[in-house]
């Protein structure tokens, strides 16, 4: 097979190389990708994400068997619908689907509608009813740009000073532009966060292993909120109870429900989790993988993704296995990500020979790979407990000349606790 995976960043990356692992596939392209892919054997597609008409066109050149959507950007601008609409096959959500992570509210209310636990909420787009509803309720309390934010459009305020400065921001600065014109607004939710991802096809579901994310930039989750620092699969502190109930209250009524009001959802399904005490409840869905998840949970599978995919695009079902290993991914950043950062610093190209690096935000220049974007790699390895795959992380880490850059030392230390 030649498949065409869309995207440039670390979990495309991550994608690329196990469908290339696939006995089945031959080829893969990756639009725009990055340099950093092609020690891997991906070939490097100098078209943009967001040129849908080139894309195609270079599809139907190539004959491409099918095509992967990585980001979350292209799905929301109709990629799906339009390579469809022009006899393409391709895995992802279409636009109506893909609202699931293009609005809050449109979420809120599918949750709503379905009885999927969630904290409880209200939406705003005036800012002194906003302000009203946060005196009401008090701190702590998460206020939320409707739209796609980049991952920043989401402020947990310890305070009431602090709601009352993200709805100004949002509401009357217009930080997010049209992404922050409304707010949601909902209750804080104690307990440890995971992220369940599952493949979907219409009512078909099914999960893949847990991961848990670290968004805060700096070690013991202090700094600023980011993109992810790292990540790690399984979650012992997690229950498989927690984890099967979540399957049956989250994914399926998710999926069902999404049927039901008209827009089926096809693609991988993301369901950022909240263990409390009454349960799982949701976070946040997004309609694609997760970044820096991706790389952890690929890879433990030991089954082919491209086969994966083939057979929910062709109605048969897939066989999904996975090992046993622990896996500790952790992500190098810019200083100063994820405000201004450095760029330009010089990258390694290869770890350990048991750690793989994925790279994301990174360019070619003079034959070196050099640092372009605030999360510039990412590195993983396995090992058979937690600390075996993180002490392997970490030695490779030590080794490496990381001039201006930076990565959390405590990654899956909640595991240890």
Same mark, same amino acid.
């Given at each position: 097979?030649?498949?065409?995976?869309?995207?440039s960043?670390?979990?495309?990356?991550?994608?690329?190389?196990?469908? /290339?692992a696939?006995?089945?596939?031959e080829?893969v392209?990756c639009?725009?990708?990055? *340099?950093g892919?092609v020690s891997?054997?991906?070939?490097?597609?100098a078209?943009?994400?967001t040129?849908?008409?080139?894309?195609?066109?270079f599809?139907k050149?190539?004959?491409?068997?099918?095509t992967?959507v990585?980001?979350?950007?292209p799905l929301l601008?109709?990629?799906?619908?339009d390579?469809?609409?022009?006899?393409?096959?391709?895995?992802?959500?279409?636009?109506?689907?893909?609202?699931i992570?293009?609005?809050k509210?449109f979420?809120k209310?599918?949750m709503?509608?379905?009885?999927?636990?969630t904290a409880?909420?209200?939406?705003?787009?005036?800012?002194?009813?906003?302000?009203?509803y946060?005196?009401?309720?008090?701190? *702590?309390?998460?206020?939320?740009?409707?739209g796609?934010?980049?991952? #920043?459009?989401v402020?947990?305020?310890?305070t009431?000073?602090?709601?009352?400065?993200?709805?100004?921001?949002? /509401?009357?600065?217009?930080?997010? $532009?049209?992404?922050g014109?409304?707010?949601?607004?909902?209750?804080? /939710?104690?307990g440890e966060?995971?992220?369940? @991802?599952a493949? !979907?096809?219409?009512?078909?579901?099914?999960?893949?292993?847990i991961?848990?994310?670290?968004k805060?930039a700096?070690?013991?989750d202090?700094? *600023?909120?980011?993109? $992810?620092?790292?990540?790690?699969?399984p979650?012992?502190?997690?229950p498989?109870?927690?984890?099967?109930?979540a399957?049956?209250?989250? &994914?399926i009524?998710?999926?069902?429900?999404?049927?039901d009001?008209g827009?089926?959802?096809?693609?991988? @399904?993301?369901?950022?989790l909240?263990?409390?005490?009454?349960?799982?409840?949701?976070?946040?869905?997004?309609?694609?993988?997760?970044?820096?998840e991706?790389? !952890?949970?690929?890879?433990? &599978?030991?089954?082919?993704?491209?086969q994966?995919?083939d057979? &929910?695009?062709?109605?048969?079902q897939?066989?999904?296995?996975?090992n046993?290993q622990?896996?500790v991914?952790v992500?190098?950043?810019?200083?100063?990500?994820?405000?201004?950062?450095?760029?330009g610093?010089?990258?390694?190209? #290869?770890?350990a020979e048991?750690v793989?690096?994925?790279?994301?935000?990174?360019?070619?220049?003079?034959?070196?790979?050099?640092?372009? $974007?605030?999360r510039?790699?990412?590195?993983e390895?396995? $090992?058979?407990?937690?600390e075996?795959?993180?002490?392997?992380?970490?030695?490779?880490?030590?080794?490496m000349? /990381?001039?201006k850059?930076?990565?959390? #030392?405590?990654?899956?230390a909640?595991a &240890?606790?």
């Amino acid at each position: 097979m030649k498949l065409l995976v869309i995207g440039s960043g670390g979990r495309e990356h991550a994608i690329a190389k196990k469908l /290339l692992a696939d006995p089945i596939v031959e080829t893969v392209y990756c639009a725009k990708g990055n *340099p950093g892919m092609v020690s891997d054997g991906i070939q490097v597609v100098a078209i943009p994400e967001t040129d849908h008409q080139s894309l195609i066109a270079f599809a139907k050149e190539m004959a491409i068997d099918w095509t992967f959507v990585g980001p979350e950007v292209p799905l929301l601008n109709g990629i799906v619908d339009d390579f469809q609409a022009a006899g393409l096959n391709i895995f992802g959500p279409n636009k109506a689907a893909a609202m699931i992570e293009g609005s809050k509210e449109f979420a809120k209310e599918l949750m709503a509608k379905y009885q999927i636990p969630t904290a409880e909420y209200q939406s705003f787009v005036d800012s002194e009813k906003a302000k009203a509803y946060i005196q009401e309720k008090g701190a *702590p309390i998460v206020i939320k740009a409707d739209g796609l934010a980049a991952g #920043k459009g989401v402020v947990v305020a310890a305070t009431v000073d602090q709601a009352l400065a993200a709805v100004e921001e949002m /509401l009357e600065e217009q930080k997010f $532009g049209q992404s922050g014109a409304k707010v949601v607004i909902e209750d804080f /939710l104690e307990g440890e966060e995971f992220s369940l @991802l599952a493949f !979907v096809h219409e009512e078909q579901v099914y999960p893949m292993v847990i991961a848990q994310d670290h968004k805060r930039a700096f070690d013991g989750d202090e700094g *600023p909120n980011t993109g $992810g620092m790292g990540a790690y699969s399984p979650v012992p502190q997690i229950p498989q109870s927690m984890i099967d109930q979540a399957i049956e209250t989250v &994914l399926i009524p998710a999926a069902t429900g999404m049927i039901d009001q008209g827009t089926p959802f096809t693609g991988i @399904l993301y369901a950022g989790l909240i263990a409390t005490v009454e349960g799982p409840k949701v976070i946040e869905f997004n309609a694609r993988f997760g970044d820096p998840e991706t790389q !952890v949970v690929l890879s433990r &599978l030991t089954s082919g993704l491209a086969q994966i995919i083939d057979a &929910l695009l062709n109605g048969r079902q897939p066989e999904i296995t996975w090992n046993q290993q622990f896996s500790v991914g952790v992500v190098v950043a810019a200083e100063g990500y994820p405000e201004t950062y450095q760029q330009g610093m010089i990258i390694p190209q #290869k770890a350990a020979e048991d750690v793989q690096l994925f790279y994301a935000g990174v360019a070619e220049r003079a034959g070196e790979l050099v640092a372009a $974007g605030g999360r510039v790699f990412l590195a993983e390895g396995q $090992g058979a407990s937690l600390e075996e795959a993180q002490k392997k992380v970490y030695q490779a880490l030590a080794k490496m000349p /990381l001039n201006k850059m930076f990565y959390r #030392k405590d990654i899956g230390a909640k595991a &240890l606790k």
